[in-house]
C-alpha cells in the first residue's frame, strides 16, 4: 500500500526507498515531503533529508519503530493540524515536514499504531 499525494514523484520515491531495503523486508508505503519522502517499510521508517541549501548533499535515515520514543503533531487550529511532525528518539528529534495536501493525520495514526503495537 502506498500514499502517494498529487504531485509525488511516486517511481521516483520507489525506486530510492528500495535501494535500502535489506533481505525480507518489504515496503509498505510512502508519503511525499517538501524536500523529498519518506517511507514505511516493515521494520523501520525511512526518510531523506535533503539540504535547502544545497541539492547535491542529502541524507538518508533509517530508525527501527521500537527507537522511536515520540512523535509530534502541531495543531494550527481547532480542527487543523500543521504539516510537520517531529520524531524523537533517544538521540534527536526529526522533524518532517509533508506537502501541502497530504493526510498528515494518517501518516501520525500509521506511525502511532507501528510503535505503539
Request: aromatic share 12%.
Given at each position: 500500500?502506498?500514499?502517494?499525494?498529487?504531485?509525488?514523484?511516486?517511481?521516483?520515491?520507489?525506486?530510492?526507498?528500495?535501494?535500502?531495503?535489506?533481505?525480507?523486508?518489504?515496503?509498505?508505503?510512502?508519503?511525499g515531503?517538501?524536500?523529498?519522502?519518506?517511507?514505511?517499510?516493515?521494520?523501520?521508517?525511512?526518510?531523506?533529508?535533503?539540504?535547502?541549501?544545497s541539492?547535491?548533499?542529502?541524507?538518508?535515515?533509517?530508525?527501527?519503530?521500537?527507537?522511536?520514543?515520540?512523535?509530534?503533531?502541531?495543531?494550527t487550529?481547532?480542527?487543523?493540524?500543521?504539516?510537520?511532525?517531529?520524531?524523537?528518539?533517544?538521540?534527536?528529534?526529526?522533524?518532517?515536514?509533508?506537502?501541502?495536501?497530504?493526510?498528515?493525520?494518517q501518516?501520525?495514526?500509521?506511525?502511532?499504531?507501528?510503535?505503539?503495537t
Amino acid at each position: 500500500m502506498s500514499f502517494f499525494s498529487k504531485g509525488d514523484n511516486r517511481e521516483k520515491h520507489m525506486q530510492q526507498a528500495e535501494e535500502f531495503l535489506f533481505e525480507g523486508e518489504t515496503l509498505e508505503g510512502t508519503y511525499g515531503l517538501m524536500v523529498d519522502f519518506v517511507a514505511f517499510t516493515s521494520h523501520r521508517i525511512l526518510f531523506v533529508d535533503r539540504s535547502l541549501m544545497s541539492k547535491s548533499k542529502s541524507a538518508v535515515y533509517s530508525i527501527p519503530y521500537e527507537k522511536i520514543e515520540e512523535i509530534a503533531i502541531e495543531k494550527t487550529g481547532m480542527f487543523s493540524f500543521s504539516n510537520n511532525i517531529e520524531i524523537a528518539t533517544k538521540r534527536t528529534t526529526h522533524s518532517l515536514r509533508f506537502l501541502k495536501d497530504t493526510d498528515v493525520m494518517q501518516f501520525y495514526r500509521d506511525l502511532s499504531k507501528r510503535i505503539c503495537t
